[in-house]
Each structure stands twice: as structure tokens, then as C-alpha cells.
């Protein structure tokens, strides 16, 4: 970021990046349509603040950095908030975390080596609120809107099931006479995928993320739409202080008993390098937890210092956003490539603008299928939305279009399979070249067989396989195990050391689990869990090639449309020859009779204790069952772990004292991970 030196420079840049801001803010709240990315804008107002900063004279009253929010619609009622609903300032690190509690350490006077307590919990990215209720009854609720005042969408949000419309009665304390409960409105990942597929059935354009989804399900002016969308409240926080509450934690324990779903997971931690351990598993959990999350929020423990520490303008000295890395970015699509699947099927795959998305520089990004290009619209030259969720392949969300100059192409589908020139066909969403004898196929399935969780042939990459295939020393995958070091002679690329590599990588794949060999084959639909399940049951490849639908239909997991592409594949006599082939010159290792081996929990004992943020228990239990592990309800000896969550209870005292393995859920989920499951 540049600032101007001269006032007019400055006043100039801070003109123009107010228009800008402004023009986004509406697109944003009023439009639900954003056409730059969080992190862009946040760039933006980050560069005007550094401007007003330097040259103070400059700041007007109607400066976006002068309020927070948007302003409320007209065609809604206002209410404004009797505690201004504030923002929060940002750390983009742990440094930037570091300063925080340094600063706090400073207004508080306290010495650098006393810890302060904060309250650490997930920063939802949904639209926040306001509930009023008076004498224990919801009677207002309001968007932020400005801060000052919001909205007035009551009809709206008595729609949502985890809102109380009544708190719940407490023996310990009597309700106050006012109550101002602060919280996230959202909607899950889940149901936003869902929703947007409903949508597109309907001819709908998409919601282009979860918030905006949320937010556009809460604004409406038609309550009974808002009641049909899957929307949910969390708590994070109160307005006036009204509730007999000496600490933020106590106020969520609070608001829970009081019928409130609140942040979970949330933790007490004592001084700062406790708060960035809780950061790191936060960001762990990102991508297995139900909600979009952006970040998680540090507060001061203790609200007695929240009135010492005080707000700046907009907003508290005592709270701070730690913000994960932006997983959405805007970028330009500059070309497409066809890509041949094994199975035959054409991907469109983007070439972009290379652009860092959470920590990752990204160049390339899947459009899914032509049907898919065609429905967004996305045209060769475009600005585009790319987003990467975890380990997902990075995805075009969409085209921005009042980005375009008018030079952009259309995406075509084409009408020869790039590889081969054969024939394509259009068989659902997908373009399908139909020659059984593509190489591009061949590539693919080569690739798939060498792949870590197939046969694991290191050196069998892209580049080796595309060589092998167009230059004819491999005509079928079972080839590879008839290559010797002659066949390399002459392709560019190999030294005497690599070949041999290969060679060997080769050698020790002859040998090999059943369960292995089923997956590499690539029959559609045999993933790992599947291969495991069939070589468990079936033992052998000839009882397992010798099995009918019904017999395959017998064994869990596995359905009619299942059944029939194993039985076919089977029957082939292609593939019949191929398999022979692979018999030649590979051992298949037969399935022990026991579980143990196959099932990676097999003999072991899972205890939770504590509520996991990213599953239910229920789905814990069944994917410690489908591994073969068994889940108990108390710790013992034989306990293998204890998995714990947020608010562990005597459990993990037991375990501890049994001198049990202790997991946290992040350690557990990367076992999870390891077995290939997917929570
Ligand atoms: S506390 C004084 N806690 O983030 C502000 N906010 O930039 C107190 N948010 O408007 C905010 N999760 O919409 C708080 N656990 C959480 C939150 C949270 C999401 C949102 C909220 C707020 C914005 C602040």
C-alpha cells in the first residue's frame, strides 16, 4: 500500500476510494452480490484508514471508515441499538495477536509477565443480530445494520427454530426485565450446498457463499421465505449488561441454560500462546466444522475490564478478530484446457491469473462440467470468484460480470476429444469421448493405478505415464509390469538412476493386497472403503469375479446400481484379458480371515468426552464402527483412547489416571485422515 505525501494526492485517492467502497457496501448488503472479495475490500478500507490516519483533515462525517455496517433497507422498520453493535479490529497473525495482548497489557498497566484471561471462541461468518427480550419474551429483533441502528426483521427471525421466543426459566436467577442477546444468523455448509442445488432446479441463480445465503434468507420482506430456509442462531454476546455476570464465559454458560445455542468450541485460556494454540486447532477443525468460519474471537475474560479498556470508534480495545486466510479470492481466467478422465469424461479446467488463496498460489481450477460453464456463464478473459476449501480442488465459483469490457469468449465445448480427435457424447452434465482406445484414458487409469492408496508406484507421474502411453510401450495399465529398462532407452527424460527407481517401485508392487489391487483397477464406484469391504467378504479375486448382483447386494454397503458396475466390469472380456494379464505377473495377498489388518480401528476402544465441533457423536460412533473400532461409554484399561472436546468431563481425569492415550479432536480427526475416512 502507497499513501499519497501531498494532501492532494491524498485527498484525491481518498475520494476515490470512498466512491468505491460505498459502491461495494451496496452491492453487499442491499444487493447480496458482491463482485470483489473480503480480503479485497478489506484492502480497500484498510488503504482509506492509512490515508485519514496521515492526513486527519481529510476524514468527512460520510467516510465508510466513520461507521460500521450497512444502512438499513427502507423497506424495513429501524431499531436502534441501545449499546452501538460494534466491529472488531483484525490480527492476520500471531504477531498481530502478540500486539493485541501487548497493547491490553499496556492500558491495564499490568507487568509483562502476568497473563491475562481471555475468552476464546469461533468467529461465525454469518450476519449478526440483536434479540430484545422483555420479561423473558422476544419482542425485537435487528439486523447490525449501521451499528447504530439496524433493521427491525422480528416476523424474520421468530422463524428460526434455535431462537427462543421464550428463555427458558432458571432456578438459580430471575430473568432480567431486558435482555439484549447478540448472535450469529446462519446457515450451515451443509444446507447451503443443499439450497443452492434447490435453487438451480428451480432456474435460480445460486447464493454465491453460506452468509450470503443467510443474509439474504433473514432480509426478506416475506417472513414465510425466511421460514423456509435452514437458518440457525448462535449467541456470542449481550448488549446492555444486564444478566449478574462478572465474565464473558459466564455469560454464554448463561445464555445456554436460557435456551441459547452458543460459540462452540470455547476455551478459557490463560495469557496469549495459550490463545494461539486455540487459534492453530481452530483453524484445524476449518474445513470438518458445519459452519463457514472466518476466524476465531480473542475477548478479555473479565467484563469489569472491558469498561477500563473502552472502544475506539468503531470498535472494542477489549476483543479482537483473528482471522484465518481468505479462502475466496478474484482473479482472471485466462484460458481453458480439456482434461480426459479415466472413465473418458472432458473436465473444463481453468487457467487463471495465478492468485494466493489461503496460503496456496493457485493457476489452474476445475469448472466442473460444460452444463455447469454454460449455467454461470464464465467466459474465457472473465473476472472470476476462485475458492479452495481444505484440500478440495480449487473451484470457480463464479464470473464477475459488470467486470467486463466486452472482449471476453465463450467457453465452447469441444466437439473432438482434445486428445485423440475421437468422438464425444453427452451423456447427463458430462461430454464423453466414447474411443475405448484414447490414450488420454489410458493416462489417467495409469495414473490412478500408481496413486499412494492404489498400488503406490513412485515415478508413475503424469509425465511418465502420458510418455509410456503416446510413445506405445504401454498398451493396457497391465503392461507396466512387463517394462524392463530397454523400453526407456530411447524416451527423453531417463537416467540410468530413475529407471531404475521405477523399475523397483514396480518390483515391489507385485506383491499386494487384495483390497489395494480392487481399488487401482478403477472400477466406478470402488473406492477404498469399498475395495476393503469386497476383499473382506469375498477373499479372493475369483470368489469375488465368480459373484453374481445378489451376492454383491448381500454384503453391507453396497447397492443395486453398485452391484451391476462390478458384475460388468467383471464380464468385460477386455478387461477379462487384462486381469489375466496382471495375474502373470503379480501376487495378490489374500485377505486375512480376521478383521485385524483390514480395519485400521480393528481392537481398538474409543471414549469421547466433551462435545466435538466438528461431528456429532453419533457420527463419531459410526466412523470408529466402520473402521472396525468400538466406541464405550467409560474409561477403563483397556480404553485404547479418549478423545476429548470442549468441556471434558471426569473422563479425562480417569484417563489420566489410567495413564490412557488422550487425543484431541484435531489429533483425532488426522487419524481419521490416515485411514482415508472422511468425517
Ligand atoms: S463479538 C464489539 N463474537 O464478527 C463486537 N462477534 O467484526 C463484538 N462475529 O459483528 C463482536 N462471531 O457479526 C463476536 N464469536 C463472535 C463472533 C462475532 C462472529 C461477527 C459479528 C460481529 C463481527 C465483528
Known amino acids: 500500500m502507497k499513501i499519497p505525501r501531498n494532501i492532494e494526492e491524498a485527498r484525491r485517492r481518498a475520494e476515490e476510494l470512498r466512491r468505491e467502497i460505498h459502491e461495494h457496501n451496496y452491492r453487499y448488503y442491499v444487493l447480496n452480490q458482491p463482485i470483489i472479495s473480503d480480503a479485497e475490500y478489506d484492502a480497500l478500507m484498510a488503504e482509506l484508514r492509512a490515508i485519514e490516519r496521515q492526513f486527519p483533515e481529510l476524514v468527512t462525517p460520510d467516510s465508510p471508515t ?156 416475506d417472513p414465510t421465505i425466511t421460514a423456509s430456509r435452514p437458518l440457525v442462531f448462535i449467541a456470542w454476546g449481550i448488549g446492555q449488561r444486564t444478566l449478574p455476570t462478572k465474565t464473558h464465559r459466564e455469560t454464554l454458560d448463561l445464555l445456554h441454560k436460557l435456551g441459547f445455542r452458543v460459540a462452540e468450541p470455547r476455551r478459557i485460556c490463560q495469557g496469549i500462546e495459550e490463545v494461539i ?21 480473542i475477548k478479555v475474560n473479565n467484563m469489569d475490564l472491558w469498561e477500563t479498556l473502552g472502544t475506539t470508534a468503531r470498535s472494542p480495545r477489549w476483543a479482537i478478530a483473528a482471522k484465518f486466510k481468505p479462502r475466496e479470492r478474484t482473479t482472471r481466467l485466462l484460458d481453458v484446457q480439456f482434461q480426459v478422465g479415466r472413465t473418458g469424461i472432458i473436465t473444463p479446467v481453468a487457467l487463471l491469473e495465478p492468485v494466493e488463496v489461503g496460503g496456496v498460489v493457485i493457476s489452474r481450477a476445475t469448472l466442473h462440467n460444460f452444463e455447469e460453464v454454460a449455467r454461470k456463464d464464465v467466459r474465457i478473459g472473465d473476472w472470476v470468484f476462485v475458492r479452495r476449501a481444505g484440500d478440495v480442488i480449487p473451484e470457480i465459483v463464479g464470473p464477475i460480470p459488470e467486470r467486463r469490457k466486452g472482449t471476453e469468449r465463450p467457453i465452447l465445448p469441444p466437439d473432438r476429444c482434445p486428445v485423440c480427435q475421437g468422438e464425444v457424447v ?99 464406484g470402488v473406492g477404498e472403503q469399498v475395495a476393503r469391504t469386497l476383499a473382506r467378504e469375498f477373499r479372493t479375486l475369483k470368489a469375488l469375479q465368480r459373484a453374481n448382483e445378489e451376492a454383491l447386494m448381500r454384503v453391507e454397503g453396497i447397492g443395486p446400481e453398485l452391484a451391476r458396475n462390478i458384475t460388468r466390469f467383471f464380464k468385460e472380456p477386455h478387461n477379462q484379458r487384462i486381469l489375466a494379464k496382471f495375474l502373470k505377473a503379480i501376487t495378490l495377498e489374500e485377505e486375512p480371515e480376521t478383521e485385524q489388518d483390514v480395519m485400521p480401528f480393528a481392537g481398538k476402544t474409543f471414549v469421547f468426552t466433551g462435545a466435538l465441533a466438528s461431528m456429532t457423536r453419533d457420527r463419531a460412533r459410526e466412523l470408529v464402527e466402520s473402521l472396525g473400532g468400538k466406541v464405550s461409554s467409560s474409561v477403563s484399561r483397556k480404553t485404547s483412547y479418549v478423545v476429548v472436546g470442549e468441556n471434558p468431563g471426569s473422563k479425562l481425569d480417569r484417563a489420566r489416571e489410567l495413564g490412557v492415550p488422550v487425543l484431541s479432536e484435531t489429533e483425532f480427526l488426522n487419524m481419521l485422515k490416515d485411514t482415508g475416512a472422511h468425517p
Do not use: W
Request: aromatic share 8%; hydrophobic share 40%; net charge neutral.
Open 426 to 524: 453427452k451423456e447427463g452434465a458430462y461430454l464423453k469421448c466414447i474411443n475405448l482406445a484414447c490414450p488420454a484414458k489410458l493416462e489417467a487409469a495409469l495414473r490412478h493405478m500408481a496413486g499412494r492408496r492404489a498400488l503406490d508406484i513412485e515415478g508413475l507421474g503424469k509425465k511418465t505415464a502420458e510418455l509410456l502411453v503416446r510413445r506405445g510401450k504401454v498398451q493396457d495399465p497391465a503392461d507396466v509390469f512387463f517394462l524392463r529398462a530397454g523400453d526407456f532407452q530411447d524416451l527423453p527424460g531417463f537416467a540410468e538412476k530413475s529407471i531404475q527407481n521405477l523399475l523397483q517401485a514396480i518390483d515391489r508392487a507385485r506383491r499386494i493386497p487384495l483390497h489395494r489391487f480392487l481399488f487401482a483397477l478403477g472400477i466406478p
Open 66 to 221: 466513520q461507521r460500521v455496517g450497512a444502512p438499513p433497507r427502507e423497506e424495513f422498520g429501524t431499531v436502534r441499538h441501545t449499546v452501538p453493535m460494534l466491529s472488531l479490529e483484525d490480527a492476520r497473525n500471531e504477531e498481530e495477536l502478540r500486539a493485541f495482548d501487548a497493547r491490553i497489557h499496556r492500558f491495564l498497566r499490568l507487568p509483562p509477565g502476568e497473563p491475562v484471561v481471555y475468552a476464546a471462541e469461533p468467529k461465525y461468518d454469518g450476519l449478526s443480530c440483536e434479540l430484545v427480550y422483555v420479561d423473558g419474551v422476544l419482542t425485537v429483533a435487528s439486523t447490525r445494520g449501521d451499528g447504530q441502528v439496524g433493521e427491525d426483521v422480528t416476523p424474520n427471525v421468530r422463524t428460526i427454530d434455535t431462537v427462543p421466543l421464550r428463555l427458558r426459566e432458571h432456578p438459580e436467577f430471575s430473568i432480567p426485565e431486558r435482555l439484549e442477546v447478540r448472535g450469529e444468523v446462519l446457515i450451515s455448509k451443509e444446507d447451503f450446498a443443499k439450497l443452492n442445488q434447490e435453487r438451480e432446479r428451480q432456474g435460480l441463480s445460486p447464493f454465491a457463499n453460506p452468509r450470503n445465503a443467510a443474509a439474504g434468507s433473514l432480509r426478506q420482506l
Open 277 to 297: 494454540a486455540y487459534y492453530r486447532e481452530l483453524e484445524n477443525l476449518r474445513d470438518t466444522f458445519p459452519f463457514e468460519l472466518d476466524g476465531a474471537v
